[in-house]
């Protein structure tokens, strides 16, 4: 509790005057955009500028049809309290059922997870973004999977997210790397989004330009391409001719190949020797995997991110000193803005630190399943805490 309470201090020290403005930031984008389409007019305007409706019309359908089932004028209240218990919910869920550590209690998880680099969970929480309600349904859809490869859940729950943000479909390599025979059914939940997507354009099409219209200013115009590779390059390439470029989309399409390819092939080893099973590391790496390739990395994928790097940091290095880990990796992240000027660029140390321990348990993990390495001989078990 101590030490939730000085991440408590320390965070509103030093946000103090960014804390307002954080404070549910998507939720009134929401709110306008199902408003405005209720009453009639256009939901993907610039009235709320530089903030701007980044959802496809099915998501205005979606949430005019939940808002009459709540009283009047509440649909804002009950949408919060579920986008804050989702994100609370999102690291027992990890800890619990994918990760399972010994030393990853409840309590340590939750301050893991929001006393993160640069309080990325924090920012994640505050801004209420619908992201996290998917992720906490996708995760908690998935242990059926993980336990017995039944992974019908995950696949409705993914579809659902998808169709939305469509950047969910990186979860996908969940049932392919953590689960057994799962190629036609995801291939299939993959080719269903895309399905549903262009139905979207053909049913409404002028709800669909005007989403496309928004995606072009939120995100292009306003250099919000997030923090991963691609975000990195199309940033500084903004900056010196006004576009995103060429550059960032060869560079994010060339990771993404290179991280797929290094993980099936990781997948193959563990299978032949036996470590796959039940391995939280190997869950851990899948995570971190998921968040890299997505091609606009925001907050509230980077919290997710940094909670699985931990787990990373914590295997690769075989460190039993947990909290002096915690706080060397988060002592970095308060320099950031004096070190990074442009604001949009920000997240890049967290998507440094998660690709370094990413690498760091990679390596590990190849080295110990080499041919050398059998069942009867695992791996060496992660240290819990003393």
């Not at 954080?22 to 408003?35: G, R």
């Not at 989004?193 to 200013?217: D, F, K, M, T």
């Not at 990195?232 to 576009?243: C, D, E, F, G, K």
């Amino acid at each position: 509790m101590l030490l939730f309470a000085a991440a408590a201090v320390v965070f509103s020290l030093w946000h103090r005057g960014d804390i307002a403005g954080w404070w549910s930031e998507d939720l009134p984008v929401y709110a306008h955009a199902v408003e405005t389409w209720l009453a009639g007019r256009d939901p993907y305007n610039a009235s709320l500028a530089p903030l701007f409706f980044l959802y496809p019309p099915i998501f205005l359908y979606f949430a005019g049809f939940l808002s009459h089932l709540v009283p009047a004028g509440s649909g804002a209240l009950v949408y919060a309290g579920a986008a804050i218990a989702g994100t609370c919910a999102i690291p027992l869920v990890l800890a619990l059922y994918f990760f399972r550590m010994a030393w990853l209690g409840p309590l340590f998880a939750l301050l893991l997870f929001f006393a993160s680099p640069r309080f990325t969970g924090v920012l994640a929480l505050c801004s209420m973004n619908i992201a996290s309600i998917f992720y906490c349904v996708a995760f908690v859809a998935a242990v059926p999977g993980l336990r017995r490869n039944r992974w019908s859940w995950f696949f409705l729950a993914l579809f659902l997210a998808a169709v939305i943000k469509i950047t969910f479909l990186a979860l996908l390599l969940l049932p392919l790397l953590a689960g057994r025979r799962q190629w036609l059914r995801s291939i299939g939940c993959g080719v269903a989004v895309v399905a549903a997507n262009l139905g979207e354009r053909a049913l409404w099409p002028e709800l669909y330009a005007g989403y496309e219209w928004s995606l072009r200013q939120g995100i292009l115009l306003s250099q919000q391409f997030g923090y991963g590779l691609f975000g990195i390059v199309a940033t500084y390439h903004h900056a010196q001719r006004s576009s995103a470029g060429a550059a960032a989309y060869i560079a994010g399409i060339t990771f993404a190949a290179l991280l797929l390819t290094s993980m099936f092939l990781l997948r193959r080893r563990l299978d032949r020797c036996g470590t796959l099973t039940g391995n939280g590391v190997w869950l851990a790496l899948v995570l971190a995997a998921i968040i890299l390739v997505n091609p606009r990395e925001m907050q509230y994928d980077m919290d997710i991110a940094l909670f699985a790097g931990f787990v990373l940091w914590v295997y690769g290095l075989r460190t039993r000193r947990l909290l002096t880990l915690m706080i060397l990796l988060f002592l970095p992240s308060l320099a950031v803005p004096f070190v990074v000027l442009n604001p949009h660029l920000h997240g890049m140390y967290e998507t440094l630190l998660v690709l370094a321990a990413f690498s760091l348990a990679f390596w590990r993990m190849w080295r110990e399943s080499g041919p050398e390495q059998s069942a009867a001989n695992p791996p060496e078990p992660l240290p819990a805490v003393a």
